[in-house]
């Protein structure tokens, strides 16, 4: 997964946290002192997760693909070239 995906997925089960803790106040009492505590520790949840997706630096775009030819360079390209380790064609190794 990328870095992306992985914070949208944090977003998502904070969404769901909401949305669980919003359904468990239709069964409790009004006045609950844990629920109030959970969803308040659920927004600090939500304040520190954005306070973290402004630090997270923006994803670098992928490289573009190229595509290299499997035909034979031309021979002359390499007319002048020396061989690496090996030195000139026309004197001997040091």
Known sequence: MSLNDDLTAVQRCLDDLDRALGRLARHLPQ???EL???RTDAGHLRENFALLRETV???AP???MVQVSDTP???SLWRDADEEGLG???R???
């Open 73 to 75: 360079y031309d021979a």
């Open 36 to 38: 109030r505590r959970m």
């Open 92 to 94: 001997r190794a040091p």
């Open 57 to 59: 630096p923006a994803e």
């Open 88 to 90: 000139c064609r026309d």
């Open 31 to 33: 006045d609950d002192r």
């Open 62 to 64: 992928r490289p573009v």
